[in-house]
């Protein structure tokens, strides 16, 4: 069984910066790519951003030069660093992790005022 708790979300003034953490626990495959998802009310919901073991990532346009994604393998924990951030990037945020199985955290809710 595998767990994925995300923590860190909030309220912040446009402009503001949050850092969202990812924590995976369990029988998890070391060949596993993770990511941020959101999803806001009355959309699908989208990546945000991913990462590989090895450190390969790939972002959305709309986050580039503003999100950074990063994950520390010996914890399977990953991290996102919001920063400039406006009022569409207000939604429930939630993290995922893959190797052929694929598990979702509960998501963290972030709200962005303008």
């Known amino acids: 069984q595998v767990q994925v708790v995300e923590s860190g979300g909030g309220l912040v003034q446009a402009g503001g910066s949050l850092r969202l953490s990812c924590a995976a626990s369990?029988?998890?495959?070391?060949?596993?790519?993770m990511g941020w998802y959101r999803q806001a009310p009355g959309k699908q919901r989208e990546l945000v951003a991913s990462i590989t073991r090895g450190g390969s990532t790939n972002y959305a346009d709309s986050v580039k030069g503003r999100f950074t994604i990063v994950r520390d393998n010996a914890k399977n924990t990953m991290y996102l660093q919001m920063n400039s951030l406006k009022p569409e990037d207000t939604a429930v945020y939630y993290c995922?992790?893959?190797?052929?199985?694929?598990?979702w955290g509960q998501g963290t809710q972030v709200t962005v005022s303008s």
């Open positions: 995922k992790i893959s190797f052929g199985f694929e598990y």
């Open positions: 369990g029988t998890i495959l070391s060949m596993n790519v």
